[in-house]
């Protein structure tokens, strides 16, 4: 995954030659009800089979929709912000903390795991990279900028994308 992403990086470098300001995002699961990860992992919480995937130990980056919209409005408006920067919730998370704390907000429960393969037919390939690996990123470079969080913590991320607010 590292070498794919350092290759796309790379396309842009004809852009950073001519004088063109580039920022290379590197996304997180972006928490969307409506799509990707989270979409695709409501089903059987729905049906009251959720939990955690494949074990659950991996460390799971994640950000809120909002906040990869936001943030990347603050750096393109930010004229010294170029390079790289994690778009990343600054608290990521265990797979299993992440399905514990879905379960709540669904007010399901978070017993039943999700073997690695239903993964594959769920997510298709590059889901299972971006589901089963473990990735701990923190945004530093992006706080670093000033940049503040709508939803730093998981909870209230995932309420505010499920339509759950208090």
Known sequence: MTDTVIQWESYADSARKAGIRVINTRNGIV?????????R???PWKMGGGGPLAGGKQW???ISMDDQIYSMYHLMMSEESVGAYNLTAPNPVRQKAF???????????????LPGFMMKIMFGEMGVKLT????????KRLQE?????????????LEDSLGKWR
């Not at 514990?100 to 039943?112: D, E, N, Q, S, Y």
């Not at 089963?132 to 945004?139: C, M």
């Not at 900028?145 to 991320?157: D, I, K, Q, V």
Request: glycine residues 10%; hydrophobic residues 45%; charged residues 20%.
């Open 99 to 113: 399905a514990k704390t879905l379960g709540k907000v669904l007010r399901r429960p978070a017993f039943a795991p």
């Open 145 to 157: 900028t000033g940049y503040e969080f709508t939803h730093e913590n998981l909870e209230p991320a």
């Open 60 to 62: 799971m980056s994640w």
């Open 31 to 39: 928490l969307a009800a409506t799509g990707g990860a989270l979409g």
């Open 41 to 43: 992992m409501l089903l």
């Open 132 to 139: 089963l690996d473990s990735q701990r990123v923190i945004p």
